[in-house]
């Protein structure tokens, strides 16, 4: 019985050997394949190979892996408006040829309104080697210089050694997150199912635009795309246009720096590097960019100033003009019993003011469009300091209705033509066209967006066309009048009852005030709009003491004077908070409907089967009121905004907001109201007319059922 036991022993002592040595095999093959650890305050980093020795290959898989501390980020080859990638020196090495190194696909982050790609957590960028002398040992010494940011930037340089003997080129423990990384590695796309099919260039001058379109097998969700061209282009981050299900998505990005190019401003013909990315999905091809006209040939120009006439022809009946009504009626009043010929031309001088204001806003829009500022129609009603100029001009107005004081031009100029309504002359007509412009820029009219969004995307020439169109179409009741005096002139002449319907439209003229105060509470706080209320009140009360102690001069004069400036400086000395979500917090029963606005949700609750209905609106937008009380607070639009697969999302514009801009300028819109239903039938999103009605919106939403 004794040998057996030995034997049994000797088998146990054979396998324990045998264990430790495969044990102690395994720990060195692993040491082996990693190199040194280097370890800071923000990241990690080592060189890993996929292999424990180098084996007969020529070639052999490394990875540069680097764990990042929380919010620490590195940067992508190409790495956007700021950083620099990571680089490697092979000073050092032994045995190491060429070697090419691989980037997984970035992430974006848009910080402060800088675009950067990098790598957040961890990362590994796989490297091939190619080696001088296949079967020898390796020894790769990687110097490396990186940055790492957080809220701060802090450059770092290190350096890692790795040692690979020669023999067997056996799989190490590293191999499987080496393969990781390289599976994140773009290629063609076909692994995918994601094609680049065109990149184009649109837009010229300071509107310069990359427009890539890109096709997938199953539907994009949040597609984004990264270019690489000449080192003083900079991207914004992408807008993107829907097709086909989802499986088609057109990606447009502004450019930013062509006119520092050779020569400026033209991007035919030049090579890029276009990545296009969807989760962990992506595809990459360096393509020649394409010129295309950024005008749509199937829409003529001649239709577009048909619609700019019949726009602004509309504008005389929306609310915003409304208060410009009581001084057009006070003039036609007050030519009864008149000549014909002061009729003609005190009603072509009022027609001259409107489209002289609707040229100089064609010029200042087509400035801040060259200076790359957003444009848009209404969006000085999105600055205080336009609010209190309207409030009080229109208080002015008022009390000259009133016949609290009396609006004196320059002589030169009040001789320009007979008196009209206490503003003098011809000159008072064209500061009444002047005026109604102004009132009728918060509107919106059926085909009014259509042209403006035209002229807006167009050169400054077409600009300059649709908005003078715009201003005729808006003069033609004017022109009219001029045309046919004798609807002015076989009315009654004035008398008395003269003075009390002035009265009257200047309590008109009062509630416009009201409404402008109300807007300035909502946007800038109601103390802001508290006070400039009361030094309203004050300019009222200034000048009926002028009046009654018949001192204008030396009381009116100066004390409108001090008001003025004093309603200016309000928004600088009071410090104010808008609330978020203005517009929706106001009507309980939109509590829990409304979203916020989020662009990116849109596409994926789409593919969930869901609809959503997109409202863009604005505190100052009285069409935007008309469409919530006629139509989308009615119990049958209600109702359906409250079923379960329906998202109502809503953005308001009452203050300025890059992101709404942005949004709107994707559906070549410049100015609100703003709809659009997105469904599976309709997932690049149906827009909806200005003026809604509730069979159109109806129809929509039932579409996606």
Not at 255 to 281: C, M, Q, S, W, Y
Not at 520 to 528: D, R, Y
Not at 598 to 616: C, M, R, S
Not at 674 to 688: D, E, I, Q, W
Request: aromatic share 10%; hydrophobic share 45%; glycine share 8%.
């Amino acid at each position: 019985m004794e040998k057996p036991l030995r034997l049994s022993k000797l088998v146990k002592l054979t396998l324990a050997i045998l264990l430790l040595t495969f044990f102690d095999d395994s720990q060195t093959d692993a040491k082996n394949a990693s190199s040194n650890i280097i370890d800071n305050d923000h990241t990690q980093l080592r060189l890993l190979s996929s292999i424990t020795a180098v084996g007969k290959s020529e070639t052999l898989m490394l990875g540069l892996h680097f764990t990042m501390k929380p919010g620490w980020k590195v940067y992508w080859r190409s790495p956007g408006d700021a950083g620099y990638p990571p680089s490697i020196d092979w000073r050092g090495s032994t045995n190491l040829g060429d070697f090419e190194m691989l980037w997984p696909i970035p992430q974006r982050f848009s910080i402060l309104g800088l675009e950067t790609l990098g790598y957040k957590n961890e990362v590994l960028f796989p490297i091939k080697i190619r080696l001088k002398s296949p079967g020898k040992s390796l020894l790769a010494v990687a110097n490396i210089d990186y940055l790492t940011c957080n809220e701060i930037c802090v450059p770092y340089k290190a350096k890692l050694a790795l040692d690979l003997k020669a023999g067997p080129a056996l799989p190490s423990d590293f191999v499987h997150i080496i393969n990781r990384f390289v599976a994140l590695v773009p290629g063609d796309g076909a692994t995918h199912g994601v094609s680049i099919d065109t990149v184009e260039s649109i837009g010229k001058g300071k509107q310069v635009y990359l427009r890539v379109k890109a096709s997938s097998r199953t539907p994009f969700t949040y597609p984004d795309v990264f270019f690489e061209g000449p080192d003083v282009l900079v991207y914004d981050k992408p807008s993107a246009v829907f097709q086909s299900q989802n499986k088609e998505v057109i990606l447009t990005s502004k450019v930013h720096g062509t006119e520092d190019l050779e020569p400026p401003n033209k991007l035919a013909n030049l090579i890029f590097g276009v990545t296009v990315r969807d989760g962990d999905r992506s595809a990459e091809r360096t393509l020649s960019i394409r010129q295309v006209s950024s005008k749509d040939p199937s829409i003529s120009f001649g239709y577009i100033i048909v619609l700019a006439l019949l726009g602004g022809l509309i504008l005389n009946l929306m609310p915003c003009v409304l208060p410009v009504l009581s001084l057009k009626l006070l003039s036609i009043i007050g030519h009864g019993g008149g000549k014909k010929h002061q009729v003609q031309l005190s009603f072509i001088a009022s027609a001259g003011g409107i489209i002289f204001s609707f040229i100089l806003l064609a010029a200042t829009l087509a400035v801040m469009k060259s200076a790359d500022m957003t444009i848009g129609w209404g969006i000085q009603f999105q600055q205080s300091w336009f609010l209190i100029a309207m409030i009080l001009t229109i208080t002015l107005f008022a009390c000259n209705l009133w016949g609290l004081f009396e609006f004196r031009l320059p002589y030169w100029i009040s001789r320009l033509g007979e008196n009209t309504a206490h503003i003098q002359g011809l000159s008072g007509n064209f500061l009444t066209g002047c005026f109604a412009t102004l009132l009728a820029t918060p509107c919106s009219a059926p085909f009014l967006g259509t042209a403006v969004g035209f002229a807006l995307a167009r050169d400054t020439i077409d600009i300059f066309a649709v908005f003078t169109a715009l201003g005729f179409g808006l003069a033609l009741p004017y022109l009219l009048v001029a045309s046919i005096p004798s609807l002015a002139t076989r009315l009654p002449k004035p008398g008395r009852w003269m003075i009390t319907l002035r009265q009257a439209m200047g309590f008109a003229l009062a509630g416009s005030t009201i409404w402008l105060l109300s807007i300035l509470s909502n946007a800038m706080g109601q103390n802001i709009g508290l006070l400039v209320g009361s030094l309203t009140l004050s300019l009222i009360g200034i000048l009926f003491l002028a009046k009654r102690l018949n001192k204008m001069q030396k009381i009116g004069v100066c004390g409108v004077a001090v008001v003025v400036l004093l309603a200016f400086s309000v928004p600088s000395l009071m410090t104010y908070q808008a609330p978020e979500n203005i517009t929706s917090n106001k009507d309980p029963r939109f509590k829990n409907i409304w979203q916020p606005l989020d662009v990116k949700a849109i596409p994926k609750l789409v593919a969930d089967g869901k609809t959503v209905f997109v409202d863009v609106t604005a505190d100052w937008c009285l069409t935007c009121q008309i469409n919530k009380v006629f139509v989308i607070s009615q119990d049958n639009i209600l109702q359906r905004l409250e079923q379960k697969n329906v998202i109502a999302m809503q953005a308001d514009w009452t203050l300025p907001d890059d992101a709404v801009t942005a949004y709107l300028v994707s559906f070549g819109r410049y100015g609100i109201p703003f709809n659009a239903v997105y469904s599976s039938k309709t997932p690049r999103g149906m827009v909806l007319p200005e003026l809604l009605k509730q069979d159109a919106v109806i129809e929509a939403l039932d579409m996606g059922r």
